[in-house]
């Protein structure tokens, strides 16, 4: 385990409020917590500091000592030690918490001086909010409104720079709206190790570019659109779809690799517009992979299963298939249920007696928030007790079981057979039940074939490759014709002749709460958006395929340190 | 509750007649014979509308055609009764009017729902929704209450506009590509 950091606390004064903070907090960081706002553009918690912006200038001081005696100089006035403060505005960014130190971001000279940076951040901006797809979420709107002078002295000409150049696959730019933060900048350097963006030209000519003949093209690259202040970087994708005030936001789960990051979901009467990520320090700071804000495409595939029977037309085929071969079943879960269905297969293969199949999916992993696991929840069918091992690529076993006759039925809760390695002759002798969202060769070959929810249809846990159990939240309803995959399986574990089990969130959580070790005495609303880490102990020793990530050393790679 | 009694008194003779009471009455009549119209002969006469009437909600062009509204959607998002709907797109890159980027695709105003209070005009960061003088919507269905964009220009038509700031926006890149201000 590593040692917790060394946390020396120091007492500041910001505003007249004393707070203590760790020794060499940012004062922007350290204002946050007494409620004071410091307008900045450039400072981002998880980069490096530049201080190029100028917006942070606050008015800071030290406690005044005898140079000579290193005594406390005491004002006569007040009584108290005096500060010393400095006549010029300081950049907060740039400046670390140290002992006795006084901040003032309300003086009259703060005032101006924020009122004078944001003119001249204005003077080459194109105002042109009414097509920026920024506008709402934008930092120069807010703080214009809230520090700025407003109106403009400005009469002559603007600049003309370049807009709608394509800097990446997904990244579009407008560099008239640039303020010249570098945050993007910062991030491709840092985060991304994709060192392809930089300014070109001096003054007032400065403009953001991608190196000559590269792309902004890593899996990272709408990170930057993210932190981007205002709108020079937009997402093409979300290019002028809807504007951000429409959409709700719902916390979700980035469900492509088991790193799990924290997401929001955007979304509009029932319409999912974007995907973005969520703060979560323990996790994935405040990034995301690309790859994983594509996944709401799936929502309204082409392919996506809708049923056209009543779901308990379904379930009465599904239960005279099981009723037809009692004994020879089995059960192939999915890495991609949440903890919840998985618990809920595992009941399933009890009531069915029937041995319970988990489908690995492996990739190489790209060491920062796409781990080599794509099944997000491996961890959770582990917890869960849906399996005991690793999961394997190719459900063979399986396959040998079907070729000798020992399994004529197969439910499957979200897996594509066929691509897990049976072959169409093993599949054609037995009969499919395939629960899943999208049409794949196990749904087409399926006899029942029961369409249920994606992940932004319903809410749920996960438990990510650091045995942090995760909630994701239902952003929107699923299309008619999807049923609640827990629904559907405590029907059909009723309709195998288990015993009755809950079908609602709550009750499967009252169930998990008393029947799994790792989770006693958890429910779903307890666990906190940041996550909650599990008892990992009892896999300790099992081979996952994680390599090093973001904040995650895998247990091996710790124990040879 | 306490019952008070009223007292009716008797009607008089001129009043048991009717005869003042019809004279009244005629009198009425005639002068009104005579005065001018206060009625109007509607649909074939219109009233005159006043400045400032806030009547169907209209989207118009510039004096140069160029279709003003760039779908910020503020008006969508101000309308009280949520009449309004705009789908949000992007002008090919290849069109005159390629310099404004956006336009809507689709823009309805379901006129069974708006309350002509004319918070989208007052709204509108590009002056291009007017309440003007048009006041009279029929039709049959709900469907034809609702007026989409090519409807919504053919009712705003033209007006004169004080800005023209995309015009200048463009001649300003134009001098640029010609060596002119950077």
Same mark, same amino acid.
Not at chain 1, 17 to 29: D, L
Not at chain 1, 99 to 125: S, Y
Not at chain 1, 474 to 487: S, Y
């Given at each position: 385990m590593?040692?917790?950091?060394?946390?020396?606390?120091?007492?500041?004064?910001?505003?007249?409020?004393?707070i203590a903070v760790p020794?060499?907090?940012?004062?922007?960081?350290?204002?946050?917590?007494?409620?004071?706002?410091?307008?900045?553009?450039?400072?981002?918690?998880?980069?490096?500091?530049?201080?190029?912006?100028?917006?942070?200038?606050?008015?800071?001081?030290? +406690?005044?000592? !005898? $140079? =000579? #005696?290193?005594? +406390?100089?005491? !004002? $006569? =006035? #007040?009584?108290?030690?005096k500060i010393n403060w400095i006549p010029r505005p300081q950049i907060g960014c740039a400046t670390n918490a140290s002992p006795g130190l006084h901040i003032r971001t309300q003086t009259p000279q703060i005032k101006d001086c924020r009122e004078g940076v944001m003119e001249f951040l204005l003077i080459n901006h194109p105002l042109d909010c009414p097509i920026c797809d920024q506008a709402g979420e934008c930092k120069l709107q807010e703080q214009s409104t809230g520090y700025g002078r407003g109106y403009s002295r400005f009469v002559e000409q603007k600049n003309v720079k370049p807009k709608r150049t394509q800097l990446g696959p997904r990244v579009t730019l407008d560099d008239e709206r640039c303020i010249l933060c570098s945050r993007c900048i910062?991030?491709?350097?840092?985060?991304?190790?994709?060192?392809v963006l930089g300014f070109i030209d001096r003054g007032s000519y400065s403009t953001l570019t991608c190196y000559p003949g590269r792309k902004l093209e890593n899996n990272y690259s709408l990170n930057t659109v993210d932190i981007c202040p205002v709108g020079a970087l937009t997402s093409t994708?979300?290019?002028?779809?809807?504007?951000?005030?429409?959409?709700?936001?719902?916390?979700?789960?980035?469900?492509?690799?088991?790193v799990g990051a924290n997401t929001v979901v955007w979304s509009r009467e029932g319409v999912i517009y974007r995907i973005t990520p969520r703060r979560n320090d323990e996790v994935n700071d405040t990034w995301m992979a690309d790859s994983g804000r594509l996944l709401y495409k799936a929502v309204r595939a082409e392919s996506r299963l809708v049923a056209k029977d009543s779901l308990a037309a379904l379930l009465a085929r599904a239960e005279t298939i099981l009723r037809l071969s009692p004994g020879l079943a089995a059960v192939v879960g999915s890495g991609q249920s949440s903890v919840e269905e998985q618990f809920m297969t595992r009941q399933l293969a009890r009531a069915l007696k029937a041995p319970a199949y988990l489908v690995s999916r492996t990739d190489s992993g790209d060491g920062i928030l796409v781990s080599a696991d794509r099944n997000p929840n491996v961890r959770g069918a582990l917890v869960t007790g849906l399996i005991d091992a690793l999961p394997q690529s190719y459900l063979d076993e399986l396959g040998t079981a079907i070729d000798r006759g020992e399994v004529r039925t197969v439910v499957s809760v979200g897996e594509d057979l066929m691509a897990a390695g049976l072959s169409a002759a093993q599949l054609a002798k037995v009969s499919v039940i395939y629960l899943g969202t999208q049409v794949c060769a196990s749904s087409v070959a399926g006899a029942v074939v029961i369409p249920t929810l994606t992940v932004f249809e319903k809410s749920g846990t996960m438990v990510n490759q650091q045995f942090r159990l995760q909630r994701f939240a239902k952003a929107v309803a699923g299309p008619v014709g999807a049923f609640d995959d827990l629904d559907v399986l405590a029907r059909l574990i009723t309709a195998a002749g288990g015993s009755a089990e809950p079908?609602?969130?709550a009750g499967v959580w009252g169930r998990l709460a008393a029947d799994v070790p790792a989770l006693r005495g958890l429910s779903y609303a307890a666990v906190p958006e940041t996550?909650?880490?599990?008892?990992?102990?009892?896999?300790?020793?099992?081979?996952?395929v994680e390599g090093e990530s973001l904040h995650h050393r895998p247990a091996r790679a710790v124990a040879n340190a | 509750m306490a019952v008070i009694p009223v007292e009716r008194k008797p009607l008089t003779l001129a009043e048991r007649t009717y005869i003042p009471q019809i004279v009244h009455g005629l009198k009425t009549t005639f002068r009104h014979l005579v005065a001018p119209n206060v009625t109007l002969e509607y649909p074939e006469q219109r009233p005159e509308i006043p400045g400032g009437y806030r009547g169907v909600p209209t989207l118009v062009r510039d004096p140069n055609g160029r279709e003003k509204c760039v779908s910020c959607q503020l008006c969508e998002f101000v309308c009280p009764p949520k009449a309004i709907r705009i789908t949000p797109g992007e002008i090919a890159?290849?069109?005159?009017?390629?310099?404004?980027?956006?336009?809507?695709?689709?823009?309805?105003?379901?006129?069974?729902?708006?309350?002509?209070?004319?918070?989208?005009?007052?709204?509108?960061?590009?002056?291009?929704?007017?309440?003007?003088t048009q006041y009279s919507m029929t039709g049959y269905t709900r469907e034809e209450m609702v007026n989409h964009k090519d409807r919504l220009y053919e009712l705003g038509g033209t007006l004169p506009d004080a800005h023209l700031k995309w015009d200048k926006k463009k001649a300003a890149e134009d001098a640029a590509a010609h060596g002119g201000h950077h």
């Amino acid at each position: 385990m590593t040692s917790p950091a060394k946390t020396e606390l120091v007492t500041v004064n910001i505003d007249g409020k004393e707070i203590a903070v760790p020794k060499g907090t940012n004062v922007i960081e350290a204002a946050r917590l007494v409620g004071v706002d410091v307008p900045h553009y450039c400072y981002h918690p998880k980069l490096s500091v530049v201080g190029n912006c100028r917006m942070c200038l606050v008015e800071m001081g030290m +406690p005044a000592v !005898d $140079p =000579a #005696t290193k005594a +406390p100089v005491i !004002d $006569p =006035a #007040t009584g108290r030690q005096k500060i010393n403060w400095i006549p010029r505005p300081q950049i907060g960014c740039a400046t670390n918490a140290s002992p006795g130190l006084h901040i003032r971001t309300q003086t009259p000279q703060i005032k101006d001086c924020r009122e004078g940076v944001m003119e001249f951040l204005l003077i080459n901006h194109p105002l042109d909010c009414p097509i920026c797809d920024q506008a709402g979420e934008c930092k120069l709107q807010e703080q214009s409104t809230g520090y700025g002078r407003g109106y403009s002295r400005f009469v002559e000409q603007k600049n003309v720079k370049p807009k709608r150049t394509q800097l990446g696959p997904r990244v579009t730019l407008d560099d008239e709206r640039c303020i010249l933060c570098s945050r993007c900048i910062r991030f491709s350097k840092e985060i991304a190790k994709d060192d392809v963006l930089g300014f070109i030209d001096r003054g007032s000519y400065s403009t953001l570019t991608c190196y000559p003949g590269r792309k902004l093209e890593n899996n990272y690259s709408l990170n930057t659109v993210d932190i981007c202040p205002v709108g020079a970087l937009t997402s093409t994708d979300f290019r002028f779809k809807m504007r951000v005030w429409f959409l709700k936001q719902t916390n979700s789960l980035d469900t492509e690799s088991s790193v799990g990051a924290n997401t929001v979901v955007w979304s509009r009467e029932g319409v999912i517009y974007r995907i973005t990520p969520r703060r979560n320090d323990e996790v994935n700071d405040t990034w995301m992979a690309d790859s994983g804000r594509l996944l709401y495409k799936a929502v309204r595939a082409e392919s996506r299963l809708v049923a056209k029977d009543s779901l308990a037309a379904l379930l009465a085929r599904a239960e005279t298939i099981l009723r037809l071969s009692p004994g020879l079943a089995a059960v192939v879960g999915s890495g991609q249920s949440s903890v919840e269905e998985q618990f809920m297969t595992r009941q399933l293969a009890r009531a069915l007696k029937a041995p319970a199949y988990l489908v690995s999916r492996t990739d190489s992993g790209d060491g920062i928030l796409v781990s080599a696991d794509r099944n997000p929840n491996v961890r959770g069918a582990l917890v869960t007790g849906l399996i005991d091992a690793l999961p394997q690529s190719y459900l063979d076993e399986l396959g040998t079981a079907i070729d000798r006759g020992e399994v004529r039925t197969v439910v499957s809760v979200g897996e594509d057979l066929m691509a897990a390695g049976l072959s169409a002759a093993q599949l054609a002798k037995v009969s499919v039940i395939y629960l899943g969202t999208q049409v794949c060769a196990s749904s087409v070959a399926g006899a029942v074939v029961i369409p249920t929810l994606t992940v932004f249809e319903k809410s749920g846990t996960m438990v990510n490759q650091q045995f942090r159990l995760q909630r994701f939240a239902k952003a929107v309803a699923g299309p008619v014709g999807a049923f609640d995959d827990l629904d559907v399986l405590a029907r059909l574990i009723t309709a195998a002749g288990g015993s009755a089990e809950p079908s609602d969130l709550a009750g499967v959580w009252g169930r998990l709460a008393a029947d799994v070790p790792a989770l006693r005495g958890l429910s779903y609303a307890a666990v906190p958006e940041t996550g909650v880490v599990l008892d990992s102990s009892p896999w300790a020793a099992l081979p996952f395929v994680e390599g090093e990530s973001l904040h995650h050393r895998p247990a091996r790679a710790v124990a040879n340190a | 509750m306490a019952v008070i009694p009223v007292e009716r008194k008797p009607l008089t003779l001129a009043e048991r007649t009717y005869i003042p009471q019809i004279v009244h009455g005629l009198k009425t009549t005639f002068r009104h014979l005579v005065a001018p119209n206060v009625t109007l002969e509607y649909p074939e006469q219109r009233p005159e509308i006043p400045g400032g009437y806030r009547g169907v909600p209209t989207l118009v062009r510039d004096p140069n055609g160029r279709e003003k509204c760039v779908s910020c959607q503020l008006c969508e998002f101000v309308c009280p009764p949520k009449a309004i709907r705009i789908t949000p797109g992007e002008i090919a890159a290849d069109s005159a009017q390629a310099h404004v980027e956006r336009a809507p695709q689709a823009f309805d105003i379901d006129m069974l729902r708006c309350i002509y209070c004319g918070l989208c005009q007052e709204v509108c960061p590009e002056e291009a929704i007017w309440l003007q003088t048009q006041y009279s919507m029929t039709g049959y269905t709900r469907e034809e209450m609702v007026n989409h964009k090519d409807r919504l220009y053919e009712l705003g038509g033209t007006l004169p506009d004080a800005h023209l700031k995309w015009d200048k926006k463009k001649a300003a890149e134009d001098a640029a590509a010609h060596g002119g201000h950077h």
